[in-house]
Nanobody
Framework: QVQLVESGGGLVQPGGTLRLSCAAS?????????MGWSRQVPGKQRELVAH???????TYRDSVKGRFTISRDNAKNTMYLQMNSLKPEDTAVYYC?????????WGQGTQVTVSS
């Protein structure tokens, strides 16, 4: 079983910066197929924000390109989402996920609110 725990969410003003972290309960990064971040607003479908493959290929949704960066630290079993130039429309609950051969795992989510 793998547990993922997000942190780093909060309230920030438009144009501000946050860095989300996703810590895994054990060393999984050597066995993942891919991992990433999604977000969800109440009443709307969850949407992919950023995706990172085992080989290091990244994919971003168009609305965050140039502002968000996904990365990982294998030694710390942690994945990050650096979010710059935040906009009110980025407000959502952000979830990290990891896809291993054994299945897909999700964190509990962390709230990000962008408001003045």
């Amino acid at each position: 079983q793998v547990q993922l725990v997000e942190s780093g969410g909060g309230l920030v003003q438009p144009g501000g910066t946050l860095r989300l972290s996703c810590a895994a309960s054990r060393s999984i990064f050597s066995s993942i197929n891919s991992m990433g971040w999604s977000r969800q607003v109440p009443g709307k479908q969850r949407e992919l924000v950023a995706h990172l493959t085992f080989g290091g290929t990244t994919t971003y949704r168009d609305s965050v390109k140039g502002r968000f960066t996904i990365s990982r630290d294998n030694a710390k079993n942690t994945m990050y989402l650096q979010m710059n130039s935040l906009k009110p429309e980025d407000t959502a609950v952000y979830y990290c996920y990891a896809r291993l051969f054994s299945g897909e795992y999700w964190g509990q989510g962390t709230q990000v609110t962008v408001s003045s």
